[in-house]
Nanobody, 123 residues
């Protein structure tokens, strides 16, 4: 009954932008630290960004710093990932996931996962 649902993926040209959403149902999202992860074909799943329960603390993978911004609206039970200046190497399935602690916001430490949304960056 606890679900995370990603949306907002699609096809975008290099240099373009997309905004991904992660909506929670069955639980209150503000109980959890939320992370975004991605997996490109043939590659391991990697962390993209994490945001604390209140939204006061964030972190980003080096590959996306300065281009991506994570935010949350707890009243809407939703977390967002704004992706700007997209590059072909950003092409991947993007997943959101929930954990209770910032220290466990990593690929192997999440308690709940969404099913992913595909982002394709290509001209």
């Amino acid at each position: 009954q606890l679900q995370l649902v990603e949306s907002g993926g699609g096809l975008v040209q290099p240099g373009g932008s997309l905004r991904l959403s992660c909506a929670a149902s069955g639980f209150t999202l503000d109980y959890y630290v939320i992370g975004w992860f991605r997996q490109a074909p043939g590659k391991e799943r990697e962390g993209v960004s994490c945001i604390s329960r209140s939204g006061g603390s964030t972190n980003y993978a080096d590959a996306v710093k300065g281009r991506f911004t994570i935010s949350r609206d707890n009243a809407k039970n939703t977390v967002y990932l704004q992706m700007n200046s997209l590059k072909p190497e950003d092409t991947a399935v993007y997943y959101c996931a929930a954990t209770r602690y910032v220290s466990t916001c990593r690929t192997g430490g999440m308690d709940y996962w969404g099913k992913g949304t595909l982002v394709t960056v290509s001209s």
